[in-house]
């Protein structure tokens, strides 16, 4: 059995012959198994990544396609034998077969040793050449499909501009003219391929070729993003100009068999590499779990310590990016404090301390969860200010704010730890920490209303950012900008609506590839919904939005604007109590609007309890990235709901 979905989505037996999968559903829901690498996949999500407004009988529907596929898939398997390939599991399916009978899943292990090691560029050439088009390509109209293309995508890049360099570096690729002058034409911001092209025209013996496209880029680069190159691209035009570029090629130091990289030295590497965004992002979070595992591997609790706590990067957002990889993080950290015992070296436990609390996001855990995470917060900020080390005091602020979300209204407690951070990072030389101490004030000033002091603190940031190579700061405040054009859409002389959902088009388009889900997944579609109920007007339909984790709390007003009362009434009755998270108020205003336009008294009161301390913040802006408009307003409506029940 092979499957392939690097293009159409498409499964093969043993024998080469193809296999009938069935309609597009039927493919789809093969191709979101893929995606899951094995993992399970409930239900629930399959149902909300089949459809955008799920029939009444989706289950059925979703139970059918199942039957069908693992009909096609294993043909041969005798009645009443449980599937091999297409399995239950808990709530759930799984996809159980070897990665290597998967293209997306060859080509990212073939990627990954690749980056660990040259000798596996001729396997990394085999995989590039296997792709038949965009990933998932028959799968349309999905948000989950098109959040792979794009991820995938971006791999891919990685992996032409890998083998690119992998040959150059090893005096070859001459031969790679055309390759990389089509990948630059496909992908024109990637400075890292212009200067590939550059080379391998060099080594094609063509000079003046290769000077002139270092030009086109920087040409291209001023005209359309006023932007002048960057260091790697002028130094090598400086050596093609001063004929100090050989032939041959640098030979590169690569991180292979023979050349590994301790503990230690990967999470230093992980550390800097995080604040870059991007793919850079993702593999440093996933570098810094294998540094962790390996550092727990040698038995030392003292050196497991300081690789855990060696990783402080500044966090911002409730919402973990991946939250299995943040468990596991928390758990080798607490297992950590149990070996060093109540008499391990302050320093250490503090930082362990607040490792578990940062990575304790509070829109991901449970009651018990949230009780040990605050806990670790408060004794970790009581430990730093004892052993006096102001890196390691901001580190645990940076815990007690991700932990400062336990109710409704808080804003004004967490500006105080924002300007805390900012005091010690400015004092010590601390650019890092000075970046989300300006991000925290500009969020609690967001959720007050205070739009001057939000965008003082923004440019601030902005200004660091551009000295400490902080590429994702200009990210979150273009977010910012645009909360703020919304908020100004509703006054006279602002910016108009269409403007506004512009703004935050564009703040999304420039999220989407930042390496952040967490942060990115349902935050536009809330956006626009903030939007739309600062001018009264109905939530946004467009069937492509995906809603993410916000979808429970959406989705009864979205119902009502469909005219479907009694199936909003339902919805609203199953919406859960929101996670003590950057999006409670938001979430409890828009819970409160329902139950205000459905005459739902109960929950209009108990929506009206859970805002009361919020009244002088604005819904969903205590992110800084988006408004629905004063707490205030929500509250009058619930009151008055509740109160006509008394």
């Not at 957002?317 to 950290?333: F, H, I, L, Y």
């Not at 009581?382 to 052993?387: E, G, P, S, T």
């Amino acid at each position: 059995m092979r499957i392939d979905v690097l293009g159409a989505v498409r499964a093969f037996h043993d024998d080469g012959s193809p296999v009938a999968l069935g309609g597009p559903r039927h493919r789809e829901v093969l191709a979101r198994l893929v995606a899951a690498e094995g993992r399970m996949v409930t239900t629930d999500t399959l149902v909300d990544d089949l459809w955008t407004d799920p029939p009444a009988r989706a289950v059925g529907a979703l139970r059918t396609f199942v039957a069908a596929l693992r009909r096609a898939l294993e043909p041969g398997r005798p009645p009443r034998t449980p599937p091999g390939v297409l399995v239950t599991e808990g709530p759930g399916y799984a996809l159980r077969l070897p990665r290597e009978d998967v293209d997306v899943h060859r080509f990212q292990d073939t990627l990954a040793r690749a980056r660990r090691t040259p000798d596996a560029v001729t396997g990394l050439g085999e995989v590039l050449a296997a792709w038949q088009g965009p990933a998932y390509a028959d799968v349309t109209g999905s948000a989950w499909a098109q959040r792979e293309r794009v991820r995938l995508e971006e791999l891919r890049g990685e992996g032409v501009e890998l083998r690119a360099r992998i040959l150059l570096d090893s005096g070859e690729g001459a031969g790679l003219v055309a390759e990389l002058g089509a990948h630059v034409a496909e992908h024109p911001w990637r400075e890292p391929a212009w200067a590939l092209l550059a080379r391998a025209l060099h080594r094609a013996g063509r000079r003046a070729d290769a000077l002139a496209t270092l030009r086109r880029a920087r040409a291209m680069l001023a005209d359309q993003l006023g932007l002048d190159p960057g260091a790697d691209l002028q130094r090598l035009e400086t050596d093609i100009l001063n004929g100090s570029l050989s032939l041959e090629g640098p030979r590169t130091a690569w991180a292979g068999p023979g050349v590994r990289f301790g503990p230690r030295t990967t999470v230093d590497l992980a550390r800097t590499l995080a604040l870059a965004g991007g793919d850079a992002l993702v593999h440093a979070r996933r570098d810094r779990l294998a540094a962790v595992r390996a550092a727990e591997r040698t038995g030392d609790p003292f050196l497991t310590a300081r690789i855990i706590g060696a990783y402080d990067v500044p966090a911002l957002w409730t919402r973990a990016d991946d939250p299995e990889q943040s468990r596991a993080v928390v758990a080798a950290a607490e297992r950590t404090l149990t070996a060093l015992g109540p008499d391990g070296p302050a320093d250490l436990t503090a930082r362990l301390l607040a490792t578990v609390a940062v990575e304790s996001r509070s829109a991901d855990l449970s009651g018990a969860e949230l009780g040990r995470a605050r806990q670790a917060a408060r004794r970790a900020e009581a430990l730093a200010r004892d052993v006096a080390d102001p890196a390691l005091l901001a580190f645990a602020l940076n815990g007690v704010f991700l932990q400062s979300f336990a109710h409704p209204g808080l804003a004004t407690e967490r500006d105080r730890t924002g300007a805390e951070i900012l005091d010690l990072a400015t004092r010590h030389a601390l650019p890092n920490f000075a970046v989300l101490g300006r991000l925290v004030r500009l969020q609690s000033a967001s959720a007050l209303g205070d739009l001057d002091t939000a965008t003082s603190h923004a440019e601030a940031a902005e200004r660091l950012a551009a000295t400490t190579e902080a590429p994702l700061v200009p990210v979150l405040t273009g977010w910012f900008h645009a909360r703020a054009a919304a908020a100004r859409s509703t006054e006279p002389g602002g910016p108009t609506a269409a403007t506004a959902a512009a703004h935050y088009r564009a703040a999304d388009d420039a999220l989407r590839t930042a390496g952040m889900p967490g942060l990115h997944r349902g935050l536009l579609p809330l956006a626009l919904l903030g939007l739309r109920l600062l001018h009264d007007r109905p939530a946004p339909t467009d069937p492509h939005l995906d809603w993410g984790p916000y979808r429970p709390w959406a989705h009864p007003l979205l119902l009502l604007d469909r005219g479907r009362t009694e199936q909003a009434r339902a919805a609203l009755a199953a919406v859960p109590e929101p996670p003590p998270d950057h999006m409670q108020e938001a979430l409890w205003c828009l819970t409160a609007r329902a139950a205000v336009r459905l005459g739902e008294r109960g929950v209009a009161a108990r929506a009206e309890a859970a805002l009361r301390g919020a009244r002088a913040e604005h819904a969903g802006a205590a992110g800084g990235m988006l408004t629905l408009g004063p707490v205030a307003r929500y509250l009058a409506e619930a009151e008055a709901c509740a109160a006509a029940g008394r």
